[in-house]
Protein backbone atom coordinates (compact mmCIF):
# COMPACT_ATOMS: atom_id res chain seq x y z
CA UNK A 1 0.00 0.00 0.00
CA UNK A 2 1.62 3.47 -0.82
CA UNK A 3 2.17 5.75 2.58
CA UNK A 4 -0.18 8.36 2.44
CA UNK A 5 1.62 11.29 4.09
CA UNK A 6 -0.29 14.71 2.70
CA UNK A 7 -1.39 17.52 4.81
CA UNK A 8 -4.97 19.06 4.05
CA UNK A 9 -3.67 22.27 2.91
CA UNK A 10 -1.18 21.04 0.34
CA UNK A 11 -4.82 19.97 -1.15
CA UNK A 12 -5.79 23.02 -1.50
CA UNK A 13 -6.61 24.87 -4.43
CA UNK A 14 -7.77 28.24 -4.74
CA UNK A 15 -11.72 28.29 -5.45
CA UNK A 16 -12.61 24.71 -5.33
CA UNK A 17 -14.90 24.19 -2.97
CA UNK A 18 -17.27 21.07 -1.67
CA UNK A 19 -20.50 22.60 -0.55
CA UNK A 20 -23.10 24.76 -1.89
CA UNK A 21 -24.94 27.60 0.61
CA UNK A 22 -28.28 28.38 -0.31
CA UNK A 23 -29.26 31.94 -1.12
CA UNK A 24 -29.97 34.43 1.72
CA UNK A 25 -33.04 34.15 2.41
CA UNK A 26 -33.23 36.76 5.68
CA UNK A 27 -30.97 39.57 4.00
CA UNK A 28 -29.26 39.22 7.97
CA UNK A 29 -26.05 41.35 7.54
CA UNK A 30 -24.40 40.21 10.91
CA UNK A 31 -21.18 41.03 9.99
CA UNK A 32 -22.20 44.88 9.92
CA UNK A 33 -23.10 44.13 13.73
CA UNK A 34 -19.76 43.33 15.15
CA UNK A 35 -17.51 45.66 16.68
CA UNK A 36 -14.61 46.33 14.24
CA UNK A 37 -11.98 45.35 16.52
CA UNK A 38 -13.45 41.52 16.26
CA UNK A 39 -13.35 41.89 12.47
CA UNK A 40 -10.36 39.85 10.58
CA UNK A 41 -8.47 42.10 8.09
CA UNK A 42 -7.42 39.40 5.91
CA UNK A 43 -9.38 35.97 5.11
CA UNK A 44 -8.94 32.77 7.51
CA UNK A 45 -6.50 30.69 5.39
CA UNK A 46 -8.68 27.99 4.92
CA UNK A 47 -8.12 24.51 2.66
CA UNK A 48 -9.91 24.80 -0.36
CA UNK A 49 -11.03 21.03 -1.64
CA UNK A 50 -13.63 19.03 -3.27
CA UNK A 51 -15.76 16.78 -1.22
CA UNK A 52 -14.24 13.72 -2.60
CA UNK A 53 -10.61 15.22 -1.72
CA UNK A 54 -12.02 15.42 1.97
CA UNK A 55 -13.43 12.04 2.04
CA UNK A 56 -10.37 10.21 0.74
CA UNK A 57 -7.97 12.47 2.68
CA UNK A 58 -9.64 11.49 6.02
CA UNK A 59 -9.86 7.68 5.04
CA UNK A 60 -6.10 7.57 3.95
CA UNK A 61 -5.67 9.10 7.44
CA UNK A 62 -7.67 6.58 9.36
CA UNK A 63 -5.94 3.78 7.47
CA UNK A 64 -2.62 4.80 9.08
CA UNK A 65 -3.91 4.26 13.01
CA UNK A 66 -3.08 1.56 15.07
CA UNK A 67 -5.63 0.83 17.36
CA UNK A 68 -7.42 -1.91 19.43
CA UNK A 69 -10.11 -2.35 16.55
CA UNK A 70 -6.72 -3.15 14.32
CA UNK A 71 -4.89 -5.32 16.86
CA UNK A 72 -3.46 -6.48 19.80
CA UNK A 73 -1.93 -3.27 21.82
CA UNK A 74 -0.48 -4.59 25.32
CA UNK A 75 0.39 -1.13 26.61
CA UNK A 76 0.96 -1.63 30.16
CA UNK A 77 -0.46 0.68 32.66
CA UNK A 78 -2.71 1.77 30.11
CA UNK A 79 -5.45 -0.86 30.05
CA UNK A 80 -6.25 -1.17 26.44
CA UNK A 81 -9.34 -2.99 26.08
CA UNK A 82 -11.71 -3.58 23.88
CA UNK A 83 -14.52 -0.66 23.58
CA UNK A 84 -18.05 -2.63 22.91
CA UNK A 85 -20.07 -1.10 20.03
CA UNK A 86 -22.83 -1.33 22.32
CA UNK A 87 -21.52 1.48 24.00
CA UNK A 88 -21.17 4.02 21.03
CA UNK A 89 -24.85 3.20 19.66
CA UNK A 90 -25.81 3.73 23.44
CA UNK A 91 -24.23 6.91 23.25
CA UNK A 92 -25.12 8.12 20.06
CA UNK A 93 -29.13 8.20 20.72
CA UNK A 94 -30.60 11.08 20.06
CA UNK A 95 -32.72 11.28 22.90
CA UNK A 96 -29.39 11.99 25.40
CA UNK A 97 -27.23 13.57 22.80
CA UNK A 98 -29.35 16.44 21.94
CA UNK A 99 -29.83 17.06 25.22
CA UNK A 100 -28.69 21.07 26.02
CA UNK A 101 -26.88 21.47 29.30
CA UNK A 102 -29.29 24.50 30.29
CA UNK A 103 -32.49 22.89 29.61
CA UNK A 104 -34.86 22.62 32.56
CA UNK A 105 -33.74 19.83 34.54
CA UNK A 106 -37.73 18.61 34.75
CA UNK A 107 -37.32 17.65 31.12
CA UNK A 108 -33.92 16.09 31.10
CA UNK A 109 -35.11 13.40 33.83
CA UNK A 110 -33.55 10.18 31.87
CA UNK A 111 -29.72 11.96 32.14
CA UNK A 112 -30.25 12.87 35.55
CA UNK A 113 -31.02 9.17 36.88
CA UNK A 114 -28.35 7.63 34.00
CA UNK A 115 -25.78 10.26 36.36
CA UNK A 116 -27.39 8.99 39.26
CA UNK A 117 -27.29 5.12 38.30
CA UNK A 118 -23.77 5.78 37.15
CA UNK A 119 -22.31 6.84 40.14
CA UNK A 120 -24.13 4.49 42.51
CA UNK A 121 -22.49 1.60 40.66
CA UNK A 122 -19.12 3.25 40.86
CA UNK A 123 -20.01 3.49 44.79
CA UNK A 124 -21.21 0.17 44.86
CA UNK A 125 -18.22 -0.89 43.07
CA UNK A 126 -15.33 1.10 44.98
CA UNK A 127 -17.01 0.60 48.66
CA UNK A 128 -17.27 4.02 48.71
CA UNK A 129 -20.15 6.52 49.39
CA UNK A 130 -20.50 8.84 46.51
CA UNK A 131 -18.80 10.12 43.66
CA UNK A 132 -18.75 13.02 41.33
CA UNK A 133 -18.58 12.12 37.44
CA UNK A 134 -17.70 15.73 36.51
CA UNK A 135 -13.57 15.06 36.43
CA UNK A 136 -12.82 15.05 32.47
CA UNK A 137 -10.20 12.38 32.89
CA UNK A 138 -7.71 10.64 35.36
CA UNK A 139 -5.30 13.53 35.97
CA UNK A 140 -8.33 16.15 36.61
CA UNK A 141 -9.89 13.07 38.74
CA UNK A 142 -6.60 13.28 40.61
CA UNK A 143 -6.84 17.15 41.05
CA UNK A 144 -10.14 16.75 42.24
CA UNK A 145 -9.98 14.58 44.77
CA UNK A 146 -6.55 16.22 46.30
CA UNK A 147 -8.66 19.46 46.28
CA UNK A 148 -11.00 17.17 48.29
CA UNK A 149 -8.03 15.95 50.65
CA UNK A 150 -6.51 19.56 51.16
CA UNK A 151 -10.23 21.35 51.52
CA UNK A 152 -10.90 18.50 54.27
CA UNK A 153 -8.05 19.44 56.54
CA UNK A 154 -8.87 22.98 55.98
CA UNK A 155 -12.33 22.71 56.67
CA UNK A 156 -11.77 20.76 60.01
CA UNK A 157 -8.68 24.05 61.29
CA UNK A 158 -5.44 22.14 60.60
CA UNK A 159 -3.74 23.94 58.12
CA UNK A 160 -0.38 22.30 58.88
CA UNK A 161 -1.04 19.11 56.69
CA UNK A 162 0.65 20.14 53.04
CA UNK A 163 2.64 16.93 52.36
CA UNK A 164 1.30 14.29 49.72
CA UNK A 165 3.59 11.18 50.17
CA UNK A 166 3.96 9.14 46.78
CA UNK A 167 5.73 6.08 45.87
CA UNK A 168 8.79 6.68 43.93
CA UNK A 169 7.15 3.98 41.30
CA UNK A 170 4.10 6.13 40.55
CA UNK A 171 2.68 7.29 37.84
CA UNK A 172 4.07 10.34 36.99
CA UNK A 173 0.51 12.42 37.39
CA UNK A 174 0.87 11.84 40.57
CA UNK A 175 3.41 14.06 42.05
CA UNK A 176 2.31 16.68 39.04
CA UNK A 177 -1.24 16.41 40.61
CA UNK A 178 -0.22 17.09 43.64
CA UNK A 179 1.85 19.94 43.08
CA UNK A 180 -0.76 21.62 41.20
CA UNK A 181 -3.40 21.10 44.21
CA UNK A 182 -0.48 23.60 46.02
CA UNK A 183 0.93 20.35 48.42
CA UNK A 184 4.39 19.40 48.62
CA UNK A 185 5.55 16.11 47.15
CA UNK A 186 7.09 13.57 49.23
CA UNK A 187 8.51 10.61 47.91
CA UNK A 188 8.24 6.87 49.96
CA UNK A 189 10.97 4.28 48.86
CA UNK A 190 9.88 1.07 47.28
CA UNK A 191 11.25 -2.73 48.15
CA UNK A 192 12.53 -4.69 45.21
CA UNK A 193 9.04 -5.85 44.64
CA UNK A 194 7.90 -2.85 43.86
CA UNK A 195 5.84 -2.46 47.26
CA UNK A 196 5.84 0.59 49.80
CA UNK A 197 8.34 0.22 52.41
CA UNK A 198 6.38 0.73 55.55
CA UNK A 199 9.50 1.26 57.51
CA UNK A 200 10.42 3.80 55.35
CA UNK A 201 6.74 5.11 55.53
CA UNK A 202 6.36 5.32 59.63
CA UNK A 203 9.16 8.18 60.23
CA UNK A 204 7.07 10.55 57.47
CA UNK A 205 3.73 9.92 59.03
CA UNK A 206 3.76 13.44 60.90
CA UNK A 207 1.08 16.41 61.36
CA UNK A 208 2.09 17.79 58.19
CA UNK A 209 1.26 14.88 56.35
CA UNK A 210 -2.38 15.36 54.50
CA UNK A 211 -2.46 12.09 53.30
CA UNK A 212 -0.98 9.31 50.88
CA UNK A 213 -1.19 8.37 47.36
CA UNK A 214 -1.45 4.61 46.09
CA UNK A 215 -1.73 2.05 42.73
CA UNK A 216 -3.39 -1.30 44.59
CA UNK A 217 -2.02 -3.18 42.25
CA UNK A 218 1.01 -1.21 42.41
CA UNK A 219 3.45 -0.15 39.25
CA UNK A 220 4.80 -3.42 39.10
CA UNK A 221 1.32 -5.42 39.18
CA UNK A 222 1.95 -6.76 42.53
CA UNK A 223 -0.70 -6.70 45.33
CA UNK A 224 0.32 -4.53 47.72
CA UNK A 225 -0.19 -6.90 50.50
CA UNK A 226 0.69 -4.59 53.65
CA UNK A 227 -2.14 -2.17 52.62
CA UNK A 228 -4.15 -2.50 55.65
CA UNK A 229 -1.04 -1.84 57.91
CA UNK A 230 -0.26 1.07 55.96
CA UNK A 231 -4.17 2.47 56.04
CA UNK A 232 -4.08 2.32 60.04
CA UNK A 233 -0.58 3.74 60.42
CA UNK A 234 -1.72 6.94 58.26
CA UNK A 235 -5.11 6.90 59.33
CA UNK A 236 -3.43 7.62 63.02
CA UNK A 237 -0.76 10.06 61.81
CA UNK A 238 -4.21 11.96 60.77
CA UNK A 239 -4.28 11.86 57.13
CA UNK A 240 -6.36 10.32 54.44
CA UNK A 241 -5.65 7.61 51.84
CA UNK A 242 -5.55 8.24 47.89
CA UNK A 243 -6.40 5.39 45.38
CA UNK A 244 -5.31 5.71 42.11
CA UNK A 245 -7.75 3.92 39.62
CA UNK A 246 -5.18 3.25 37.28
CA UNK A 247 -4.71 -0.18 38.47
CA UNK A 248 -8.06 -0.91 39.33
CA UNK A 249 -9.06 -2.98 36.25
CA UNK A 250 -7.76 -6.48 38.09
CA UNK A 251 -9.94 -6.15 41.49
CA UNK A 252 -13.46 -5.03 39.85
CA UNK A 253 -16.03 -6.49 41.30
CA UNK A 254 -13.61 -8.73 43.96
CA UNK A 255 -11.68 -6.35 46.24
CA UNK A 256 -12.88 -2.65 46.85
CA UNK A 257 -10.38 0.01 47.63
CA UNK A 258 -13.00 1.42 50.54
CA UNK A 259 -12.52 -1.50 52.19
CA UNK A 260 -8.92 -1.55 51.97
CA UNK A 261 -9.13 2.33 53.59
CA UNK A 262 -8.68 4.13 51.10
CA UNK A 263 -10.73 7.57 51.54
CA UNK A 264 -10.82 9.16 48.24
CA UNK A 265 -9.90 7.88 44.63
CA UNK A 266 -10.78 8.04 40.78
CA UNK A 267 -11.43 6.03 38.49
CA UNK A 268 -10.83 5.78 35.01
CA UNK A 269 -13.40 5.25 32.41
CA UNK A 270 -11.53 4.91 29.78
CA UNK A 271 -9.53 2.02 30.96
CA UNK A 272 -11.69 0.05 33.36
CA UNK A 273 -14.90 0.57 31.93
CA UNK A 274 -14.14 0.26 28.54
CA UNK A 275 -14.71 3.63 26.87
CA UNK A 276 -12.27 5.12 24.57
CA UNK A 277 -8.69 5.81 25.74
CA UNK A 278 -6.02 7.79 24.18
CA UNK A 279 -6.32 10.04 21.47
CA UNK A 280 -9.47 9.74 19.87
CA UNK A 281 -11.16 9.82 24.12
CA UNK A 282 -12.32 11.98 25.54
CA UNK A 283 -11.44 10.48 28.96
CA UNK A 284 -13.54 10.70 32.58
CA UNK A 285 -12.40 10.45 36.00
CA UNK A 286 -14.97 10.06 37.97
CA UNK A 287 -13.95 10.58 42.38
CA UNK A 288 -15.22 8.98 45.15
CA UNK A 289 -14.89 9.80 48.52
CA UNK A 290 -15.67 7.96 51.53
CA UNK A 291 -19.22 8.91 54.08
CA UNK A 292 -17.40 11.76 56.21
CA UNK A 293 -16.37 13.52 52.48
CA UNK A 294 -19.13 13.55 50.23
CA UNK A 295 -20.16 17.59 51.69
CA UNK A 296 -17.11 18.27 49.90
CA UNK A 297 -17.61 16.96 46.33
CA UNK A 298 -17.67 19.54 43.53
CA UNK A 299 -20.65 21.49 42.23
CA UNK A 300 -23.24 20.38 40.96
CA UNK A 301 -24.57 17.59 41.85
CA UNK A 302 -27.53 15.27 41.24
CA UNK A 303 -29.67 14.38 43.85
CA UNK A 304 -32.57 11.91 44.47
CA UNK A 305 -35.99 13.64 45.54
CA UNK A 306 -38.50 11.81 47.67
CA UNK A 307 -40.72 11.29 45.28
CA UNK A 308 -38.46 9.60 42.97
CA UNK A 309 -37.67 12.70 40.47
CA UNK A 310 -33.97 13.85 40.41
CA UNK A 311 -32.34 17.67 40.86
CA UNK A 312 -29.32 19.41 40.32
CA UNK A 313 -27.99 20.80 43.15
CA UNK A 314 -25.13 23.01 44.56
CA UNK A 315 -23.31 23.27 47.40
CA UNK A 316 -21.67 25.91 49.87
CA UNK A 317 -19.40 23.38 50.82
CA UNK A 318 -18.27 22.43 48.18
CA UNK A 319 -14.88 22.90 47.02
CA UNK A 320 -16.40 24.83 43.75
CA UNK A 321 -16.93 23.66 40.55
CA UNK A 322 -13.95 21.59 37.99
CA UNK A 323 -16.00 21.74 34.94
CA UNK A 324 -18.58 22.70 33.03
CA UNK A 325 -21.99 21.47 33.90
CA UNK A 326 -20.86 17.40 34.30
CA UNK A 327 -18.09 16.54 32.49
CA UNK A 328 -17.88 13.99 29.58
CA UNK A 329 -21.49 12.89 29.65
CA UNK A 330 -21.30 10.86 26.63
CA UNK A 331 -18.31 8.97 28.11
CA UNK A 332 -20.86 8.05 31.16
CA UNK A 333 -23.22 6.77 28.76
CA UNK A 334 -20.61 4.16 27.74
CA UNK A 335 -19.64 3.24 31.00
CA UNK A 336 -23.15 2.40 32.32
CA UNK A 337 -23.50 0.33 29.36
CA UNK A 338 -20.75 -1.57 30.01
CA UNK A 339 -21.58 -1.86 33.54
CA UNK A 340 -25.02 -2.85 32.19
CA UNK A 341 -24.22 -5.27 29.52
CA UNK A 342 -21.26 -7.36 32.08
CA UNK A 343 -24.15 -7.52 34.95
CA UNK A 344 -23.26 -8.28 38.23
CA UNK A 345 -21.54 -11.70 37.65
CA UNK A 346 -20.13 -10.66 34.20
CA UNK A 347 -18.09 -7.84 36.07
CA UNK A 348 -16.82 -10.36 38.47
CA UNK A 349 -15.10 -12.36 35.43
CA UNK A 350 -13.23 -9.05 34.30
CA UNK A 351 -10.37 -9.18 36.84
CA UNK A 352 -9.65 -12.72 37.14
CA UNK A 353 -9.08 -12.93 33.06
CA UNK A 354 -7.21 -9.78 33.24
CA UNK A 355 -5.24 -11.66 35.74
CA UNK A 356 -4.90 -14.70 33.96
CA UNK A 357 -3.91 -13.49 30.36
CA UNK A 358 -0.91 -11.16 32.41
CA UNK A 359 0.35 -14.27 33.60
CA UNK A 360 0.22 -16.69 31.26
CA UNK A 361 2.40 -14.69 29.24
CA UNK A 362 4.60 -14.01 32.09
CA UNK A 363 5.14 -16.89 32.34
CA UNK A 364 5.24 -18.48 28.92
CA UNK A 365 8.05 -15.51 28.07
CA UNK A 366 10.30 -15.45 31.66
CA UNK A 367 12.96 -18.03 29.90
CA UNK A 368 13.64 -15.76 27.46
CA UNK A 369 13.09 -12.21 29.39
CA UNK A 370 14.54 -11.36 32.56
CA UNK A 371 11.91 -11.34 35.27
CA UNK A 372 13.00 -8.91 38.28
CA UNK A 373 10.12 -9.64 40.56
CA UNK A 374 8.89 -13.03 40.74
CA UNK A 375 5.60 -14.32 42.27
CA UNK A 376 1.78 -14.10 40.69
CA UNK A 377 1.45 -10.50 39.13
CA UNK A 378 -2.40 -9.02 38.58
CA UNK A 379 -2.97 -7.23 35.57
CA UNK A 380 0.35 -6.63 33.92
CA UNK A 381 4.18 -7.26 34.90
CA UNK A 382 7.42 -5.90 34.02
CA UNK A 383 10.07 -7.46 31.98
CA UNK A 384 14.00 -5.71 32.42
CA UNK A 385 14.61 -6.37 28.81
CA UNK A 386 16.02 -9.87 27.50
CA UNK A 387 17.12 -12.17 29.58
CA UNK A 388 20.45 -12.11 27.26
CA UNK A 389 21.50 -9.05 26.70
CA UNK A 390 24.98 -9.98 25.14
CA UNK A 391 24.13 -9.22 21.45
CA UNK A 392 23.58 -5.26 22.66
CA UNK A 393 20.01 -5.31 21.81
CA UNK A 394 17.64 -2.80 23.75
CA UNK A 395 14.18 -3.11 24.98
CA UNK A 396 13.66 -0.65 22.39
CA UNK A 397 15.29 -2.31 20.05
CA UNK A 398 12.62 -5.23 20.70
CA UNK A 399 9.68 -2.82 20.74
CA UNK A 400 10.60 -1.72 17.19
CA UNK A 401 10.73 -5.01 16.22
CA UNK A 402 6.89 -6.09 17.25
CA UNK A 403 5.87 -3.50 15.20
CA UNK A 404 7.14 -5.33 11.89
CA UNK A 405 4.54 -8.09 13.02
CA UNK A 406 1.41 -6.25 13.54
CA UNK A 407 1.28 -5.65 17.35
CA UNK A 408 1.54 -2.73 19.16
CA UNK A 409 4.85 -2.15 21.85
CA UNK A 410 4.08 -2.29 25.08
CA UNK A 411 5.03 0.67 27.31
CA UNK A 412 8.79 0.84 27.40
CA UNK A 413 11.28 2.56 30.10
CA UNK A 414 8.77 2.47 32.53
CA UNK A 415 9.07 2.09 35.49
CA UNK A 416 12.62 4.11 36.02
CA UNK A 417 13.05 0.91 38.76
CA UNK A 418 14.80 -1.14 35.75
CA UNK A 419 17.05 -0.11 33.21
CA UNK A 420 14.89 -1.88 30.71
CA UNK A 421 11.90 -2.17 31.57
CA UNK A 422 9.11 -4.01 29.66
CA UNK A 423 5.76 -3.27 30.68
CA UNK A 424 3.08 -5.81 29.51
CA UNK A 425 -0.73 -5.46 29.93
CA UNK A 426 -3.27 -7.79 27.68
CA UNK A 427 -6.55 -6.96 29.28
CA UNK A 428 -9.16 -9.37 29.69
CA UNK A 429 -10.48 -8.92 26.14
CA UNK A 430 -7.68 -10.81 24.12
CA UNK A 431 -8.36 -14.26 23.05
CA UNK A 432 -6.30 -17.64 23.52
CA UNK A 433 -4.92 -17.51 20.08
CA UNK A 434 -4.29 -13.78 20.43
CA UNK A 435 -1.67 -14.05 23.25
CA UNK A 436 -0.47 -17.37 21.68
CA UNK A 437 0.43 -15.24 18.61
CA UNK A 438 1.96 -12.35 20.61
CA UNK A 439 3.87 -15.12 22.90
CA UNK A 440 5.33 -16.82 19.35
CA UNK A 441 6.33 -13.21 18.28
CA UNK A 442 8.37 -12.11 21.51
CA UNK A 443 10.17 -15.33 21.36
CA UNK A 444 11.14 -15.27 18.23
CA UNK A 445 12.24 -11.80 18.45
CA UNK A 446 14.41 -12.83 21.35
CA UNK A 447 16.13 -15.67 18.95
CA UNK A 448 16.52 -12.85 16.40
CA UNK A 449 18.50 -10.74 19.00
CA UNK A 450 20.59 -13.74 19.43
CA UNK A 451 21.44 -14.84 16.17
CA UNK A 452 20.60 -11.97 14.09
CA UNK A 453 20.90 -9.16 16.24
CA UNK A 454 21.63 -6.29 13.37
CA UNK A 455 18.05 -7.42 11.82
CA UNK A 456 16.17 -6.32 15.32
CA UNK A 457 18.30 -2.90 15.72
CA UNK A 458 17.26 -1.81 12.15
CA UNK A 459 13.83 -2.65 13.11
CA UNK A 460 11.02 -1.35 11.90
CA UNK A 461 11.87 -2.59 8.45
CA UNK A 462 8.12 -2.76 7.40
CA UNK A 463 6.84 0.58 8.73
CA UNK A 464 6.26 3.85 6.72
CA UNK A 465 8.76 5.30 8.87
CA UNK A 466 11.01 3.61 11.02
CA UNK A 467 13.41 5.45 12.85
CA UNK A 468 12.39 9.50 13.53
CA UNK A 469 14.89 11.60 14.98
CA UNK A 470 13.86 11.81 18.41
CA UNK A 471 16.53 14.29 19.34
CA UNK A 472 15.41 16.30 17.07
CA UNK A 473 12.07 16.63 17.13
CA UNK A 474 12.25 17.42 21.10
CA UNK A 475 14.57 19.96 20.51
CA UNK A 476 13.27 21.65 17.39
CA UNK A 477 9.69 20.55 17.16
CA UNK A 478 7.82 21.96 14.04
CA UNK A 479 4.35 21.46 14.91
CA UNK A 480 2.00 23.73 12.16
CA UNK A 481 1.38 23.66 8.80
CA UNK A 482 2.85 27.14 8.45
CA UNK A 483 6.49 26.19 10.48
CA UNK A 484 6.54 23.00 7.76
CA UNK A 485 6.35 25.10 4.95
CA UNK A 486 8.50 28.23 5.75
CA UNK A 487 11.18 25.44 7.40
CA UNK B 1 30.85 -0.74 29.77
CA UNK B 2 31.05 3.01 30.66
CA UNK B 3 34.07 5.28 30.80
CA UNK B 4 35.78 6.08 34.71
CA UNK B 5 37.85 8.69 35.82
CA UNK B 6 40.18 7.80 38.12
CA UNK B 7 41.14 11.67 39.64
CA UNK B 8 37.03 12.40 40.19
CA UNK B 9 35.02 11.73 43.01
CA UNK B 10 31.08 9.88 42.65
CA UNK B 11 27.46 10.06 43.98
CA UNK B 12 25.79 6.93 44.45
CA UNK B 13 23.20 9.22 42.33
CA UNK B 14 25.51 9.20 39.47
CA UNK B 15 27.35 12.63 39.19
CA UNK B 16 30.95 13.47 39.12
CA UNK B 17 32.90 15.84 41.25
CA UNK B 18 36.48 17.18 40.20
CA UNK B 19 37.83 19.42 42.92
CA UNK B 20 40.29 22.61 42.55
CA UNK B 21 41.26 24.36 45.76
CA UNK B 22 37.78 25.32 47.01
CA UNK B 23 35.81 24.82 43.69
CA UNK B 24 33.70 21.92 42.66
CA UNK B 25 32.96 21.07 39.13
CA UNK B 26 30.07 18.64 38.85
CA UNK B 27 28.35 16.27 36.04
CA UNK B 28 26.82 13.11 35.23
CA UNK B 29 28.46 10.49 34.78
CA UNK B 30 29.15 8.67 31.35
CA UNK B 31 27.20 5.27 32.82
CA UNK B 32 23.86 7.72 33.65
CA UNK B 33 23.98 9.22 29.89
CA UNK B 34 24.15 5.99 28.73
CA UNK B 35 21.19 5.02 30.82
CA UNK B 36 19.32 8.02 30.24
CA UNK B 37 19.88 8.10 25.96
CA UNK B 38 19.80 11.14 24.23
CA UNK B 39 19.80 14.24 26.51
CA UNK B 40 17.57 17.04 25.15
CA UNK B 41 17.75 19.58 28.14
CA UNK B 42 19.22 20.85 30.88
CA UNK B 43 17.73 22.86 34.00
CA UNK B 44 20.97 24.25 35.40
CA UNK B 45 21.17 26.50 38.70
CA UNK B 46 21.86 30.41 38.40
CA UNK B 47 25.30 31.76 39.63
CA UNK B 48 24.77 32.37 42.66
CA UNK B 49 22.21 30.14 43.87
CA UNK B 50 22.63 28.00 47.05
CA UNK B 51 23.09 24.27 46.90
CA UNK B 52 23.32 21.38 49.00
CA UNK B 53 24.69 17.74 49.21
CA UNK B 54 21.79 15.48 48.82
CA UNK B 55 19.61 17.66 47.17
CA UNK B 56 18.02 18.63 43.66
CA UNK B 57 19.93 21.56 41.97
CA UNK B 58 18.73 21.04 38.28
CA UNK B 59 17.48 17.93 35.72
CA UNK B 60 18.09 16.25 33.42
CA UNK B 61 15.68 15.26 30.07
CA UNK B 62 16.46 12.68 27.70
CA UNK B 63 14.21 11.44 25.00
CA UNK B 64 13.52 8.40 27.57
CA UNK B 65 13.18 10.25 30.77
CA UNK B 66 13.65 13.01 33.21
CA UNK B 67 15.83 12.89 35.81
CA UNK B 68 16.45 15.21 38.82
CA UNK B 69 20.18 16.13 39.28
CA UNK B 70 21.37 15.77 42.68
CA UNK B 71 24.06 18.04 44.26
CA UNK B 72 27.04 16.03 46.42
CA UNK B 73 28.09 19.21 47.44
CA UNK B 74 26.76 22.11 49.34
CA UNK B 75 28.05 25.68 48.68
CA UNK B 76 27.52 28.79 46.15
CA UNK B 77 27.11 28.01 42.38
CA UNK B 78 29.80 30.00 40.82
CA UNK B 79 29.41 29.25 37.00
CA UNK B 80 27.08 26.52 34.97
CA UNK B 81 28.18 25.62 31.66
CA UNK B 82 25.99 27.81 29.18
CA UNK B 83 27.04 25.67 26.31
CA UNK B 84 24.39 23.06 27.77
CA UNK B 85 21.24 25.55 26.94
CA UNK B 86 21.74 25.21 23.24
CA UNK B 87 24.05 22.02 23.46
CA UNK B 88 22.96 19.16 25.58
CA UNK B 89 24.13 16.77 23.69
CA UNK B 90 27.63 17.54 24.35
CA UNK B 91 26.78 15.67 27.69
CA UNK B 92 26.32 12.57 25.45
CA UNK B 93 29.59 12.57 23.76
CA UNK B 94 31.71 13.64 26.63
CA UNK B 95 29.82 13.13 29.74
CA UNK B 96 33.38 14.09 31.77
CA UNK B 97 34.15 17.31 29.66
CA UNK B 98 30.63 18.78 29.58
CA UNK B 99 30.34 19.82 33.02
CA UNK B 100 27.03 21.34 34.27
CA UNK B 101 28.21 23.73 37.62
CA UNK B 102 30.98 24.84 39.39
CA UNK B 103 30.27 25.01 43.30
CA UNK B 104 32.36 27.34 45.84
CA UNK B 105 32.56 24.27 48.61
CA UNK B 106 31.71 24.94 51.12
CA UNK B 107 32.02 21.99 53.35
CA UNK B 108 35.43 19.90 51.88
CA UNK B 109 34.31 17.32 54.60
CA UNK B 110 31.28 16.63 51.89
CA UNK B 111 34.10 15.14 49.21
CA UNK B 112 35.35 13.22 51.45
CA UNK B 113 32.18 10.76 51.54
CA UNK B 114 31.84 10.56 48.10
CA UNK B 115 33.22 7.24 46.11
CA UNK B 116 36.61 6.88 44.38
CA UNK B 117 36.34 5.41 41.03
CA UNK B 118 36.91 1.78 42.11
CA UNK B 119 33.74 1.78 44.53
CA UNK B 120 31.96 3.55 41.70
CA UNK B 121 32.40 1.37 39.54
CA UNK B 122 31.24 -1.43 41.89
CA UNK B 123 27.79 0.42 42.08
CA UNK B 124 27.29 0.70 38.40
CA UNK B 125 27.86 -2.72 38.20
CA UNK B 126 25.65 -3.94 40.99
CA UNK B 127 22.83 -1.67 39.75
Request: hydrophobic share 40%; proline share 6%; net charge negative.
Amino acid sequence: MKEYDKIIFELSRPGRKGYQLPADRFGSDAFSKLPADLLREKPAELPEVSELEVVRHYTNLSNKNFGVDTGFYPLGSCTMKYNPKINEEVAAMPEFAGLHPLQDPATAQGALELYWNLQNALASLAGLAEFTLNPYAGAHGELTGLMVMRQYHISRGDTKRTKVIVPDTAHGTNPASAMVAGLEVVEVKSKPNGSIDVEDLKPLLDDSVAGIMMTNPNTLGMFETEILEIAKLVHEAGGLLYYDGANLNPLLGKVRPGDMGFDIMHINLHKTFSTPHGGGGPGSGPVGVASHLTHLLPNPRVVKKEDGTFAVETSDDALGSISTFFGNFGVMMKAYAYILSLGRDGIREVGPMATLNANYIKESLRDLYKLPVEGPCKHEFVFDGLADKSTGVTTLNVAKRLLDFGFHAPTIYFPLLFHESMMIEPTETESRETLDEFIDVMRRVAREAAEDPDTVKAAPLTTPISHPDETGAAKNPILTYKALRDA
Amino acid sequence: MSILKEDLRYAESHEWVKIEGDIATVGITDYAQHALGDIVYVDMPEVGDEVTAGEEFGAVESVKAASDLISPVSGEVVEINEDLEDAPEKINADAYGAWIMKVKVADAGEVDALLDAAAYAKLCENE
